[in-house]
């Protein structure tokens, strides 16, 4: 058994050592005690812009960032990290206003680097995709660099999200639920790549694969799991014609939504009565929600070949099993369809991520053939998380999603033979 290799070094890294406890009271009044903050951000902002000027000269005239010019704009991406952190719950303790000292949610950075010239250049150009992404994100206060409004880059996306749930089940449990944590840190971390892109920190360029963290999170098992065994190429003329495409499976889905509905309506009383959900059932609905995430990985240039209309398991590269019918407590059987709000709020946000990671994958196919590995590999969480989603407003499973981007689980992961893309969480490699 193979086991994954470490991932190329990234010279912006995210480090979370959070212990997911919160003081109820700071969660109270979060956003009065963030508020000197975000005066002061405002400020730092405005300073780091006149430096990242001067860096920007300097990458042009030298190729190279000077130590005391990169150090400066360190300690304000930093600085945004934490304030991220701390005014979406991703982080508990309040943090310092000097971005030096450590913080539960924190990176680290390389040493200044040799540049290219022409890529200083363009720099403002070529950070749009990502900002882009990290917009959908919501995680960075970075984000507000330019005009030093950074508050507002927090109350949108992924994040905000998270922020908003995440400060009702603080007050409640008097924790983070791991899943957002993750998914919060994960936002802030991406958003610091951006912010250190755009002002000359680094030449390299943001990764959005969702498991770049420090230790390496791991997501615990779920009864619907995803496997994905696709490569990154994409055939340009496939990619071209993706939206006729995807078409005919519209008005299948479309079709086979109604029969769906009355199988979830007889379902959901079965389970009242019997406290499970029938197998004939699951299986029927299974089918349609897995040829639905068959579809989403086509349409939005995850996975690459044409899917099927069945939604078999094992049919398709980017594939999901879910677990047979279990005994479900009928009082949350009951009131699933509130439970499931705060899934599908999030279920939200993640569709636009992954619209966002549609329109820069189909555009870098196109371009290249390929799509890139952190974009599919931000999908393919995205579609997860849609699809555990649905399990649970469907009454395949009594589990609630995970909301962690997070891909990798906590058994032994595989590599497939050309080693170029990961056995996602927990399933053992096909015959």
Not at 386 to 411: E, K, M
Request: with cysteine; proline share 9%.
């Amino acid at each position: 058994m193979l086991s994954v290799p470490e991932p190329s070094r990234h010279p912006i890294r995210l480090v979370v050592t959070d212990e997911l406890r919160r003081s109820r009271l700071t969660v109270v009044f979060r956003l009065l005690l963030a508020l000197p903050h975000l005066v002061w951000v405002t400020l730092f902002g405005i300073a780091a812009s006149a430096v990242g000027f001067v860096a920007w000269l300097a990458v042009l005239i030298e190729g190279q960032v000077p130590t005391s010019i990169h150090d400066f704009l360190v300690r304000y991406v930093r600085y945004t990290t934490h304030v991220a952190a701390y005014v979406v719950l991703a982080a508990g303790p309040y943090p310092g206003f000097g971005g030096t000292r450590a913080y539960p949610v924190d990176v680290e950075v390389d040493p200044p680097e040799r540049q290219r010239r022409l890529g200083g250049l363009v720099r403002l150009v070529l950070v749009v995709p990502a900002s882009l992404l990290a917009w959908s994100l919501g995680g960075s206060a970075g984000l507000g660099l330019w005009s030093g409004v950074a508050a507002l880059a927090l109350f949108g996306g992924l994040t905000g999200t998270i922020a908003f749930l995440g400060w009702f089940a603080c007050l409640a449990r008097g924790r983070m639920p791991r899943g957002m944590r993750d998914a919060a840190a994960y936002g802030c971390g991406y958003a610091a790549q951006v912010t250190a892109y755009a002002l000359l920190v680094t030449g390299r360029y943001p990764d959005s694969t969702p498991d770049r963290m420090a230790p390496r999170a791991e997501l615990p098992d779920h009864p619907v799991a995803v496997r994905v065994d696709d490569d990154l190429c994409r055939p340009r003329l496939l990619v071209l014609f993706r939206f006729p495409l995807v078409i005919p499976h519209l008005f299948w889905l479309t079709l086979w939504a109604a029969p769906a509905a009355i199988a979830l309506v007889c379902a959901w009383l079965a389970a009242l009565v019997l406290g499970r959900v029938p197998r004939f059932l699951h299986r029927f609905l299974a089918a349609f929600l897995r040829a639905t995430a068959h579809l989403s990985a086509f349409a939005y240039v995850v996975g690459r070949p044409f899917p099927g209309f069945v939604g078999r398991e094992g049919s398709y590269p980017l594939d999901f099993t879910i677990a047979p019918p279990e005994p479900q407590r009928r009082l949350g059987v009951l009131v699933r369809p509130v439970l499931a709000i705060p899934a599908l709020l999030l279920n939200q946000a993640y569709g636009w991520i992954l619209l966002v990671v549609a329109v820069l994958g189909w555009v870098a196919a196109l371009v290249t053939g390929r799509m890139p590995a952190g974009l599919r590999d931000l999908g393919v969480a995205s579609i997860r998380y849609q699809t555990q989603a649905g399990a649970y407003l469907f009454l395949l499973t009594p589990r609630y999603p995970d909301s962690s981007p997070v891909l990798l689980g906590r058994r032994q992961v595989e590599l497939a033979p050309d080693g170029e893309h990961p056995w996602y969480p927990g399933l053992e490699p096909a015959a």
